[in-house]
């Protein structure tokens, strides 16, 4: 084991401390850290252990210090050039990475650090390392993660912002005595739906199954001015699931003139039970407006759906699906509880 013998003065060593508490860039302060081990008699091999780093490492920075004193321990990277990784890259990189490779002619669906270094080097001329592509991807905050699949809207764009514009108009302009909702049902299954969770070092957590599912079905409404949800259950998602979740809302707001609610095209809410519904008995006290196809995303529901999942049904632990809607109707009772009392606070 080499030991190098590297002496100083005391006002060099001062003067090096005293450099070191200011130093803010990370790589340089390993490198004072180098020389502080090694001035305690360490030996690079020690030193290495220490710091996390190669033995060579050590002694290359140790040898460029008896050169040229503390100036040898600053980032010699800037006598490399202009940096590749300048503005103009990351823009064009931020660009590239929101779309796919097929949008820039190659076959591969997705992106590899190997095919953004070739697609840069076609848009700016300029060819890094797959390295340094990933210090790039860094620096634009990108990362890798799952698709949302979505299915496309089948209506036109001018009909379905016709649409879109109607809806958000009615919210802005809604009369007093009259209430807007948003309405959509949710799948409850005994099969606890498997999501992330924080684990042990070493850890395998288990989501217990029932081995046979058990379903119930949830049909709510999110009244747009006040943030509640009004919601039934039941054990099939059929037309009177919805007509029950209609009534729900005529007996909690028996004061209002009108119930206008949002829906999707789901067959339930324009069947031909509805329809009589809404010229009989329900006719001039609930009004329904439907989203265009395929556009989860203007569901304001949706959330609270998914908080639901987040909260009670994602790796639940309940053995039978009894005990499963306690826990949901637990939460959501207590949802419009914190819900009414920001109301009241704000």
């Known amino acids: 084991m080499k030991v190098i013998v590297l002496k100083v003065r005391w006002s060099v060593k001062d003067r090096l401390q005293k450099s070191l508490r200011q130093v803010r860039d990370a790589g340089t302060k390993v490198r004072y850290l180098m020389i502080f081990n090694v001035l305690h ?48 890259f990351l823009q064009e990189l931020d660009q590239v990475v929101r779309k796919t490779p097929q949008d820039y002619g190659w076959k591969r669906p997705t992106w590899t650090r190997e095919l953004l270094v070739e697609t840069m080097v076609r848009r700016t001329g300029v060819r890094v390392h797959a390295g340094t592509m990933s210090r790039a991807l860094a620096a634009i905050k990108a990362r890798r993660g799952r698709p949302r699949p979505r299915v496309l809207c089948p209506w036109a764009q001018a009909k379905k912002t016709r649409r879109l514009n109607h809806l958000q108009n009615l919210s802005a302009t809604l009369p007093r005595h009259e209430r807007l909702f948003y309405e959509d049902e949710v799948d409850i299954h005994l099969n606890p739906k498997i999501g992330l969770d924080w684990r042990g070092f070493g850890q395998q957590k288990e989501a217990l199954t029932p081995g046979t599912n058990a379903k119930r079905y ?40 009108r119930l206008h609610v949002i829906v999707d095209n789901y067959r339930i809410h324009s069947s031909t039970i509805v329809h009589a519904a809404l010229s009989g008995y329900l006719a001039g006290k609930v009004e329904l407006h439907f989203l265009p196809p395929y556009c989860p995303d203007h569901n304001k529901i949706e959330r609270v759906w998914k908080d639901l999942h ?3 049904t994602r790796n639940h632990r309940c053995r039978g699906i009894n005990h499963l809607m306690q826990e949901v109707r637990y939460y959501l009772v207590k949802r419009n509880r914190q819900t009414l009392r920001q109301r009241l606070a704000a």
């Open 310 to 312: 987040a909260n009670v």
């Open 218 to 257: 949830l049909a709510g409404a999110l009244d747009v001015r006040t943030g509640v949800l009004v919601w039934v259950a039941g054990e099939r998602k059929t037309s009177y699931l919805f007509l029950d979740l209609l009534d729900a809302l005529r007996k909690r707001y028996p004061r209002v003139r």
């Open 41 to 88: 008699g360490r030996s690079c091999h020690e030193t290495a252990q220490v710091l996390k780093v190669h033995p060579t490492t050590v002694g290359r920075v140790v040898k460029r210090f008896e050169q040229y004193g503390e100036a040898g321990l600053q980032d010699g990277r800037g006598d490399n050039g202009q940096d590749k990784l300048d503005e103009h």
